[in-house]
């Protein structure tokens, strides 16, 4: 990178345990994506660092990722090599991942406060049920098998479930979104709430959202079970849709969505 090429940076955390304030960070995978003047590009990569969590891996998460104690013992901790990876000499417009949250989290937790200050997040999840909401599912692996980017190595993107592969994969999502949204919009869009495609538990599991009769998104809305920030912004944003306000429609495959 010189200095001057306006990019993104993709990351991906591999960890010990479900819960940040319980384990600890096992790697850390990045991929950048560049915009020129032809347009957002893939930048050879992707590139990944075994790091020390503090503590001993949960079995359960080494039968995810396959990254074992024995891997990691002489591996520095993520808070000596995170700076050079997160504070770059040259600042990307922004950072992204899918589920970003995620990452966040996890960094929030094993990083001193001011190593991610000011940082901007793209959640390539959030995005893709904006921008592809037709999609059979919206996880990384899934869209890379059903949207199968241009460019994609087969060999660079396995396997899955480790940080650098995973960077890798998402990083070909954001330069397919880069190019139908600016960095802005992805922006914003990662500020709110998922815009869901298809209601996520319940009786109506699995069924579209904008398909269901006004009366269901209303019994939603009012069930005993909280139906949860993404399922009530949905419903919400579907419900103003459907009395005409300037709220954004619902694309079919490969349509821009129309902006908060």
């Given amino acids: 990178m010189d200095g001057t090429t306006p990019y993104v940076r993709v990351i991906d955390l591999e960890t010990s345990d479900r819960d940040a304030r319980q384990g600890g960070i096992v790697e850390i995978g990045w991929q950048d994506v560049t915009r020129t003047p032809d347009g957002w590009h893939v930048m050879p990569g992707p590139h990944a660092r075994l790091t020390h969590p503090g503590g001993p891996i949960a079995r359960w998460t080494t039968a995810i990722h396959h990254i074992t104690d024995q891997d990691v013992r002489d591996a520095p901790p993520i808070a000596a090599i995170a700076p050079a990876i997160l504070r770059p000499p040259a600042r990307p417009l922004a950072f992204a991942a899918h589920r970003a949250s995620f990452e966040q989290d996890w960094l929030r937790a094993h990083l001193p406060p001011p190593r991610l200050a000011g940082m901007g997040w793209i959640c390539t999840y ?13 996880s990384n692996q899934g869209l890379r098998h059903s949207r199968k980017p241009r460019g994609l190595d087969r060999h660079l993107g396995d396997p899955a479930h480790r940080a650098g592969p995973d960077a890798y994969v998402t990083a070909h999502h954001l330069r397919d979104m880069l190019a139908l949204a600016p960095v802005e919009r992805l922006l914003q869009w990662s500020r709110q709430p998922a815009l869901l495609a298809r209601v996520p538990h319940g009786p109506l599991r699995g069924r579209r959202i904008h398909t269901l009769a006004t009366s269901d998104l209303d019994r939603l809305l009012a069930t005993p079970r909280p139906p949860g920030p993404d399922l009530a912004f949905t419903i919400r944003t579907e419900r103003a849709r459907r009395a005409g306000q300037d709220t954004p429609h619902r694309p079919s495959a490969g349509q821009l969505a129309l902006p908060l």
Avoid: F, I, T, V
């Avoid at 909401?133 to 919206?138: A, K, V, W, Y």
């Fill in 126 to 138: 959030k995005c893709a049920l904006r921008l592809w909401p037709d999609e059979p599912g919206h």
